[in-house]
């Protein structure tokens, strides 16, 4: 519950129901990173987060789907109607989040442009 009320307080500008959102990302536990040892650098993919949004629920005009499937192109599975977005492009995850929301928003606003 706290997961879920934390992820809703990140993606608060989504227009996008938080049911539709399914979000995964990675966390790391390893005792030897905070070893002298180790480099101070982040592990690789550790702040890499997934969207995944059911397309089915927003209601698209088959017009604005086929939109939509041109704009997102490889990120969009049109049998089970499902988008994938993916971010590591800031050192955190909730900026990450937020990036993909963004994005998300960003396509949804194209693909229902008349």
């Not at 650098?41 to 969207?51: A, F, I, P, S, T």
């Not at 997102?72 to 993909?100: G, S």
Request: proline share 5%; with cysteine; aromatic share 6%.
């Amino acid at each position: 519950l706290g997961l879920n009320r934390q992820l809703s307080s990140q993606t608060k500008d989504c227009s996008v129901p938080d049911e539709l959102l399914k979000w995964e990302e990675r966390a790391y536990f390893n005792a030897a990173r905070h070893s002298p040892n180790m480099p101070k650098e982040n592990m690789v993919g550790e702040y890499k987060v997934k969207l995944q949004v059911n397309i089915k629920g927003l209601d698209l005009a088959p017009k604005q789907e086929a939109r939509l499937s041109v704009l997102a192109q490889k990120r969009y599975n049109p049998n089970k109607k499902l988008l994938t977005l993916i971010a590591e492009k800031f050192p955190n995850r909730i900026e990450n989040k937020r990036y993909l929301v963004h994005i998300l928003e960003n396509l949804l606003a194209e693909a229902k442009k008349d």
